[in-house]
């Protein structure tokens, strides 16, 4: 399947299913040096709030490689996806030694779990597809809903400003395809949703979260994939360092493909 056919499908449920007919969701956080920076800054935040015994929801999980990782050191972890190709995926690498309770569904309908039942709220997917603002405040609800009360959860964004540049840095003809208002200064929101900084922060603080951190997850990886992944192991090692140390200056934030905000419900809930 192609894009062209990808935009003829009007089901928005349906579109996203297919559209990992397309991408590899399997591959995408490990294919590389620069491809694995994303997936090392969120686990490492992630286990900032991990306690003994702590349960896990992951909504949209993909092809599981946050459950996977940690399921296999000894977390309870539920997940749920929606999307047919990463299913089958993810099913083929559930084992005894690595156990995770995978569900296909919505993360517009979570009714499935108890309110207050989680420690951890992963939405790392549902946020990239979801056109409509209603529908994204409803899927931020029931993430606030099924999370403890001093739970966590976290949120994923692609940052709409770095995309053009990476973009750019692809295709040195692109200001002049059909994907980027001249006018607006916006991308064309397809088949992903792209936000600015100040988007995701207005989207979370309307649906009642109160933000603990905002990280740059991958910062100038993608636009660095290149140089990144010829570098030796010593010099990795480095650059995640000074990745670290950047990725959560106010100054930096914006120039990173994707986005990682965390956050808890906030007083007023």
Known sequence: MDFNKLREISNETEQISKTYEIFNEESRLNCSKAARVEFLTTVKYIEQYLTPNAKILDIGAGAGEYSLYFAKKGYDVNAIELADNNIKVFRKKISADCPVALRQGNALDLSIYDDKSFDIVLLFGPLYHLHNEADRQKCISEAKRVCKDDGMIFFAFISHDMVILTE??????????????????????????????????????NGGIAVVKEIAADGLSELMAEKINLLDDYSYEQYLKYHFYCCEKPELLGHSNHLLFIGKKSAAC
């Open 168 to 205: 750019l840095g692809y295709n040195s003809d692109f200001f002049n395809g059909s994907d980027y208002n001249h006018e607006t200064l916006r991308l064309e929101d397809f088949p992903f949703v792209f936000f600015t900084v100040d988007e995701c922060r207005k989207m979370l603080s």
